[in-house]
């Protein structure tokens, strides 16, 4: 079991917004500003797209965005592209372990 | 240009050690601040951290595998070895090697990964 809740699926139509949420504790997400988000295509490796909260990598389009409140950090896509359809794991440091924690990936359907 | 790549066996059997190796080229790994990891995801679930090295050594392992794993680098070769012992066809997964920059949590650039099943 993922120590960071994620919903198993997220859809909208092309152009729209979307808002995927990662549900954590004090020991994780709540206490630190260390969430990253890694977008996974079928058959291919992880990506980061956020890290920090809400910083991009040099090439991620800025139509990804990051934020956190309490423990539950989110990211959102505006402007939905069938590109986009893919796994989102989002990540956090933890004071529990010597090693990041990730949550169980939520599915973007492009409608 | 920062690239990683990981090789090994693709099968291995029920109780036999796992052998994985990384390559890795466009940074060192005596660079300070600068890690290797592995990342493992077995098919259809989610991403699982395995172990992570650091320039200084410093070593960092999922606690539910501690006792199961092994990770070393090669700074000459460019490489970081990580050895699973007691394979299990629990353990069927991509693994991945990935690229840590400075001191930060996250994983900025992986490798494609590679499958290993585990079946007798």
Redesign the interface.
């Known amino acids: 079991q993922?120590a960071l809740t994620q919903p198993a699926s997220v859809s909208g139509s092309l152009g729209q917004s979307i808002t995927i949420s990662c549900t954590g504790t004090s020991s994780d997400i709540g206490g630190y500003s260390?969430v990253?988000w890694?977008q996974q295509h079928p058959g291919?490796?992880?990506?980061?797209v956020i890290?920090?909260v809400n910083y991009r990598?040099s090439g991620v389009s800025d139509r990804f965005s990051g934020s956190k409140s309490g423990n539950t950090a989110s990211l959102t896509i505006s402007g939905l592209q069938a590109e986009d359809e893919a796994d989102y794991?989002c990540?956090?440091?933890t004071s529990s372990?010597?090693?990041?924690?990730?949550?169980?990936?939520t599915r973007v359907t492009v409608l | 240009q920062i690239t990683l790549k990981e090789s090994g066996p693709t099968l291995v059997k029920p109780t036999q050690t796992l052998t994985l190796t990384c390559t890795f080229s466009g940074f060192s790994l005596t660079t300070r601040g600068v890690g290797v990891?592995w990342?493992r995801q077995p098919p259809g679930k989610?991403?699982?951290?395995l172990?992570?090295i650091y320039w200084g050594d410093d070593e960092?392992?999922?606690?539910s595998l501690k006792s199961r794993l092994t990770i070393t680098k090669d700074t000459s070769k460019n490489q970081v070895v990580l050895t699973m012992t007691n394979m299990d066809p629990v353990d069927t997964a991509t693994y991945?090697c990935a690229h840590r920059r400075g001191w930060?949590?996250?994983?900025?650039?992986?490798?494609?990964?590679t499958t290993v099943t585990v079946s007798s």
């Open positions: 993922s260390y990253s890694y291919k490796a992880p990506k980061l890290y920090d990598p794991y990540s956090s440091y372990s010597t090693l990041e924690v990730f949550g169980a990936g | 990891g990342i989610a991403l699982e951290w172990a992570l960092r392992f999922s606690p991945y930060y949590y996250y994983m900025d650039v992986w490798g494609k990964g």
